[in-house]
Structure formats: structure tokens, C-alpha cells
């Protein structure tokens, strides 16, 4: 029995149907055809559901925050949906994916009876709204930009490690956020509102970027070798971007091995040493393979497909992880890491 089913029994009368349309969903991205990061994504937003799941059927939890909590689980798993509609294009799933397992990372915290009120509102409000937006499958590359932001933050806000001024003034900035991206989704908002919508919410997402960078900063540089985060930068990245982006980029550091079936996706990352990291992919017929890859090369091609100005918004404080890297490549190698140590 999986902790999902252990949760059915206990959970409100009205979440069992939707706890039956999350296991459909784990089930459905078992198939074959669904990358990696797609199923990881699916399986870890689901246990963090389980924590919402636990607190609506636990007495003690207050019952509006219940009620609020049974909406949200409503919204999310109606977004992971997503996930297995062949209908809706693969990197728009994978994107969609994507933001629901950082959105759900906040659900520890917004359970949390220790977390204050408005932060919790304001969670609570960032996590249905970007469940609703995602799950809509439709948004242009901008707003899936804005999106994956704004779940990232969320995310890293929510994190212990963030301290407590980071985190309330991170945490306002992307409800604001949320806020005008419920504007641009009204379908009652003219042109000139979703046009003005979008602008504010590319100014607003200028200045995220700085408060993430900013509190990452105050967290200081991650200490450890080399190759630890060189696997930490990587498998942020590979994480965060397009498959088809990673694939054109990195075409000229695969394996031999690897050429006849070509890669449909870079996965993650495990440190070798401090020269090699082992990289997994998924070749086009499916088959999970590994292999040995120079970091230096790595880095030096991922520093061109993720610059220095887009690294905060697309991976959160994982970016000091890239800095750090370039640093000991910059000082110990002599290689120059593109625009990351500007």
C-alpha cells in the first residue's frame, strides 16, 4: 500500500475522488513514453499532496485552513492531469509538471501550524493560482516563464534555510505576481489588460530576480568540491529546461554510444569526481542510459543555453551552485564560464 492509499480512508468524504484521479495519474506515468523528469515530477508532487491529504483529515487542523487545503488538492491534481494528455505538446506538459512539483514543495510550510497567518494566505493564494494557470496548458512562452519563476521562488522561499526577511519579502513579491497573472488569465480583461498585465509582470520579475539572487547571497557560497556542485548546477538546469534546448546545445558532447537513437532528454546528474560527472539521459527509443562526461565542457555549453541573467529566475539559490562551479573552474582550470561570473 502506498502512503497515497494509506491517506484515502482518512481523508474528507468529498477528496476520495480526487485521491482515485491522483493514483490514476502516478499510474498513467508509468507508460513508456513519459520521460524521466515527467514521472519524477508527477511522484514528488504527489507526496507533498499527502501532506496536504494528512492535514484535512486531522482534527486539529483549523477548519477553514481544511477547507482551503481541500481546494488546493483539488486544483493541483486537476493540473497534473496534464502530465498524460497527449493532446497538450510534451515540453508544454513537462513545463506544467514542472511548476506543480515546486509549488507543492510549499506545502510543508503552509501546514506547518508554526507558519504565520498571511504567509500562509499568501502560499496558499501563489500555489491555487499557479495550479489554475499551469494546469491550463494554453500560455504562451512568456507566461510559462513567469510561471516556472514564481514556483521556483515559492519554492526556495518556503525552504528552512531562507531567512525569515528573505522570505516575507520574496514570498510578497510573487503573490503580487499572482496577483496580475489572475488579471492576464481573466477572460473578462481586455487586450490593453492583459497587455499592461504583462508588462507589469515582466518589471515584477526583474526585481524577483534580484531578491532571489540577493537571498541565495546571504546564504553565502556552497561550500564542498568541485564535482558536488557541478551535480547540483547541472541537475538544476537539466531540470528547468526546454528538452529541445538541452539536446541542440549539447549535441557535441555526446557519447559515441549514444548517436544512432539520438537523446530525447538530459536528466540529472551524479558527481564522478572533479573533472567527470556521470549524466543521465533518455535516448529516442526510451532506454535510460549513463555515461561519463568532462565537466568543463559541460558547464562552458550550459553557461551559453542558461546565461548569467537568466540562471535566478530558471533555478533559484541552486544558481550560487552554477557561480560556485565557475569560480573553481575560472581559479583552479583557467576556463572561463561565459557571463556566470559577471
Not at 519524477?40 to 492535514?55: C, D, F
Not at 516556472?148 to 519579502?169: G, H, L, T, Y
Request: charged share 25%; net charge negative.
Amino acid at each position: 500500500m502506498t502512503l497515497l492509499d494509506e491517506t484515502k480512508g482518512d481523508v474528507p468524504e468529498e477528496l476520495a475522488p480526487t485521491v482515485d484521479e491522483l493514483a490514476t495519474t502516478l499510474e498513467a506515468v508509468k507508460a513508456p513514453g513519459t520521460s524521466l523528469r515527467d514521472r519524477q515530477g508527477v511522484i514528488e508532487s504527489v507526496r507533498h499532496l499527502t501532506t496536504a491529504l494528512t492535514a484535512t483529515g486531522d482534527d486539529s487542523t483549523p477548519p477553514k485552513l481544511r477547507e482551503q487545503l481541500t481546494a488546493l488538492v483539488e486544483q493541483v491534481s486537476s493540473a497534473l492531469k496534464v502530465g498524460y494528455d497527449s493532446q497538450v505538446p510534451s515540453e508544454t506538459r513537462s513545463s506544467v509538471l514542472l511548476v506543480m512539483k515546486r509549488t507543492t514543495a510549499a506545502l510543508d510550510m503552509i501546514c506547518d501550524p508554526q507558519t504565520p497567518a498571511e504567509l500562509q494566505g499568501q502560499l496558499m493564494s501563489i500555489s491555487g493560482g499557479l495550479a489554475d494557470s499551469a494546469g491550463a496548458g494554453h500560455q504562451t512562452d512568456q507566461i510559462h516563464w513567469f510561471e516556472k519563476q514564481m514556483s521556483i521562488a515559492q519554492a526556495d522561499a518556503a525552504a528552512p534555510e531562507m531567512s525569515p526577511e528573505n522570505r516575507e519579502e520574496l514570498v510578497q513579491t510573487v503573490y503580487e505576481q499572482n496577483e496580475t497573472l489572475k488579471v492576464f488569465n481573466d477572460p473578462k480583461s481586455s487586450p490593453a489588460d492583459r497587455a499592461a498585465a504583462e508588462n507589469d509582470m515582466r518589471d515584477r520579475s526583474a526585481r524577483m530576480s534580484d531578491q532571489q539572487e540577493n537571498a541565495a547571497s546571504d546564504q553565502g557560497r556552497p561550500e564542498g568540491p568541485l564535482g558536488k556542485a557541478a551535480e547540483i548546477c547541472t541537475s538544476a538546469i537539466f531540470e528547468s529546461t526546454e528538452q529541445h534546448k538541452l539536446t541542440q546545445g549539447l549535441t557535441d558532447l555526446v557519447p559515441d554510444s549514444w548517436g544512432p537513437e539520438g537523446v530525447k532528454d538530459f536528466w540529472k546528474t551524479k558527481e564522478k569526481s572533479d573533472v567527470v560527472l556521470d549524466v543521465l539521459a533518455e535516448l529516442g527509443n526510451n532506454e535510460n542510459v549513463r555515461a561519463p562526461i568532462k565537466i568543463a565542457p559541460l558547464i562552458t555549453e550550459l553557461a551559453k543555453i542558461v546565461p548569467r541573467s537568466d540562471l535566478w529566475p530558471a533555478i533559484g539559490t541552486r544558481a550560487s551552485y552554477c557561480q560556485s562551479t565557475a569560480v573553481y573552474l575560472d581559479e583552479d582550470y583557467g576556463v572561463s564560464v561565459g557571463t556566470w561570473l559577471e
